[in-house]
C-alpha cells in the first residue's frame, strides 16, 4: 500500500540515512540535517517535507522551502517553493509511487505557492516523462561538477589563467581562514550583500541564514584575508565522502593589485573538498543553456565537468505567475 507522509516525526530515520546512501539522485539538501536547518529558520522559511512509502518501504523524501520576502506585496507576487537539489528518490521507485508523491506536493501547496521549481544537481532524465505527466515541465539549466577525488587532479583540471591568478593572490599575501570566527562571517556576509545588490540583484537571505550555518555541522566557510581584512570567502555543505556544494562564494574583486579574492575562495573550497573525501565539488549553477552568463564563464575556469540536469517546475497560478513576474522586474529597477 502505498502511502504519504508529510511531517518529519512520521519518516523512519534509518530508512532515511539508508535512501541518503543508495539513491542516485541524494544530496545534502534532502537529508534529515537539511530538514531541522530549514526548519529552525521559520522567519525566512515555511519549510516542507513530503514521503512516499509503499508497504513501508521508503521510496522517496522531498524537501523544500516557501520563501518569504519582508516586501508584503514582493511576498504576495513571488511565494515560491523551492526543492534544491530536487526530489530524493529510490532507484527502482515506479510510476505509481511517483506519481503520489508529486500529487501530494502540488495538492498540499497549491495554497501556498504560485509556482514549484525543483533545482536538480543530479541526473532525473528517467522520469521526466513522469514529471511531465503530473504537471511538471522541464526547462534546461546547466552545472558544473569538479572531480576533487585527489588535490592532484583537481589542480590538474584548472585552466592555466585561474592557476596563475592564485599564485600571484597568495604570493602578494592573501590567506586562506579555516577556522573563521562569527565576525569574519559579518565581514563575508557584507561582500555577499554588495554582490547582491550591484550584480545578481535577487534577494539575499538576511544574516540569520547565514549565522544559523555557522552553528551547522556539515557547513565549512572557507575565507579569504588580505591586509588583516576579510576580502571574500565560500560557504560550502556536505557530508564527508559525498559531493561539497558551494552554495555562496564572493570576493572583493578588482580592489587590490594582484589579488583575486573571488578565484582565491572557491579554490579554498576546491581544497577543502580534495583533501576531506568529498570526490566532487558541485558549482551548484550555471544558467541557462545559448544566455551569456559572467558567472557560468568564472566557472568554467575550474576544470569542471559541464553537465545540464535542468529544473522542474509546476505553476499552480499562471495569471499571479505572470504578473509576478512583471513585478518583480519593476521593483528591481525601482531598488537598483
Same mark, same amino acid.
Given at each position: 500500500?502505498?502511502?504519504i507522509?508529510? +511531517?518529519?516525526?512520521d519518516i ?6 539508508? /535512501?541518503?546512501?543508495?539513491s542516485?539522485t541524494?544530496?545534502?539538501?534532502q537529508?534529515p540535517? $537539511?530538514?531541522?536547518? *530549514? ?10 517535507i513530503?514521503? @512516499?512509502?509503499?508497504?513501508?518501504v521508503l521510496k522517496? @523524501?522531498?524537501?523544500g522551502?516557501?520563501t518569504?520576502?519582508r516586501?508584503?506585496?514582493?511576498q !504576495?507576487l513571488? =511565494?515560491?517553493? &523551492?526543492i534544491?537539489g530536487?526530489p530524493?528518490?529510490?532507484n527502482? &521507485?515506479?510510476?505509481?509511487?511517483l506519481?503520489a508523491?508529486l500529487? $501530494? ?5 497549491k ?13 532525473y ?5 513522469? *514529471? ?7 526547462s534546461?539549466?546547466?552545472? *558544473?561538477?569538479v572531480?576533487?577525488?585527489? &588535490?592532484e587532479i583537481?589542480?590538474?583540471? /584548472?585552466?592555466k589563467?585561474?592557476m #596563475?591568478?592564485i599564485? $600571484?593572490? /597568495?604570493?602578494k599575501?592573501?590567506?586562506?581562514v579555516a577556522?573563521?570566527t562569527?565576525? +569574519?562571517?559579518k565581514s ?5 550583500c554588495?554582490l547582491?545588490?550591484?550584480k @545578481?540583484?535577487?534577494p539575499?537571505?538576511? !544574516?540569520? %541564514?547565514f549565522e =544559523?550555518?555557522?552553528y551547522?555541522k556539515d557547513?565549512?566557510? =572557507?575565507?579569504? #584575508?588580505?591586509?588583516?581584512r576579510? @576580502?571574500?570567502?565560500t560557504?560550502?555543505?556536505g557530508?564527508k565522502?559525498?559531493?561539497l ?7 572583493a574583486?578588482?580592489?587590490?593589485k594582484?589579488? !583575486? ?8 573550497? /576546491?581544497?577543502?573538498?580534495a583533501?576531506?573525501?568529498?570526490p566532487? !565539488?558541485?558549482?551548484m549553477? $550555471?544558467?541557462k543553456p545559448?544566455?551569456n552568463?559572467?558567472?557560468?564563464? *568564472?566557472?568554467?575556469?575550474f576544470?569542471?565537468k559541464?553537465?545540464e540536469?535542468g #529544473? %522542474?517546475q ?8 505572470k504578473?509576478?513576474?512583471i513585478?518583480?522586474?519593476i521593483l ?5
Amino acid at each position: 500500500m502505498i502511502e504519504i507522509f508529510s +511531517d518529519y516525526k512520521d519518516i523512519n530515520k534509518d530508512s532515511w540515512n539508508t /535512501l541518503v546512501q543508495k539513491s542516485s539522485t541524494s544530496t545534502w539538501f534532502q537529508t534529515p540535517e $537539511a530538514y531541522l536547518f *530549514f526548519a529552525s529558520l521559520p522567519n525566512i522559511f515555511t519549510s516542507f517535507i513530503y514521503s @512516499v512509502t509503499n508497504d513501508k518501504v521508503l521510496k522517496g @523524501v522531498c524537501i523544500g522551502y516557501i520563501t518569504k520576502e519582508r516586501n508584503a506585496l514582493k511576498q !504576495f507576487l513571488t =511565494r515560491r517553493a &523551492i526543492i534544491i537539489g530536487g526530489p530524493m528518490l529510490a532507484n527502482d &521507485i515506479c510510476a505509481e509511487e511517483l506519481t503520489a508523491l508529486l500529487k $501530494a506536493i502540488t495538492h498540499n501547496l497549491k495554497n501556498k505557492a504560485i509556482f514549484i521549481e525543483t533545482r536538480n544537481f543530479n541526473d532525473y532524465s528517467k522520469w521526466k516523462q513522469l *514529471f511531465r505527466q503530473n504537471d511538471f515541465d522541464y526547462s534546461p539549466h546547466l552545472n *558544473f561538477q569538479v572531480d576533487t577525488s585527489s &588535490i592532484e587532479i583537481m589542480q590538474s583540471n /584548472l585552466s592555466k589563467n585561474k592557476m #596563475r591568478d592564485i599564485k $600571484a593572490s /597568495l604570493k602578494k599575501g592573501t590567506e586562506f581562514v579555516a577556522n573563521p570566527t562569527i565576525d +569574519d562571517i559579518k565581514s563575508f556576509y557584507n561582500i555577499l550583500c554588495h554582490l547582491y545588490k550591484t550584480k @545578481v540583484k535577487t534577494p539575499l537571505f538576511p !544574516f540569520e %541564514f547565514f549565522e =544559523r550555518l555557522y552553528y551547522t555541522k556539515d557547513a565549512i566557510y =572557507r575565507l579569504i #584575508r588580505y591586509e588583516n581584512r576579510i @576580502v571574500g570567502g565560500t560557504l560550502c555543505i556536505g557530508k564527508k565522502g559525498a559531493p561539497l556544494y558551494e552554495w555562496f562564494a564572493c570576493g572583493a574583486d578588482k580592489i587590490y593589485k594582484n589579488i !583575486f579574492p573571488s578565484t582565491v575562495a572557491t579554490y579554498s573550497g /576546491l581544497v577543502y573538498a580534495a583533501t576531506q573525501e568529498h570526490p566532487i !565539488f558541485d558549482m551548484m549553477g $550555471a544558467g541557462k543553456p545559448n544566455e551569456n552568463y559572467g558567472v557560468r564563464d *568564472f566557472k568554467a575556469k575550474f576544470g569542471g565537468k559541464l553537465v545540464e540536469y535542468g #529544473r %522542474f517546475q509546476s505553476i499552480i497560478s499562471p495569471l499571479l505567475y505572470k504578473v509576478g513576474f512583471i513585478g518583480v522586474k519593476i521593483l528591481k529597477i525601482a531598488h537598483s
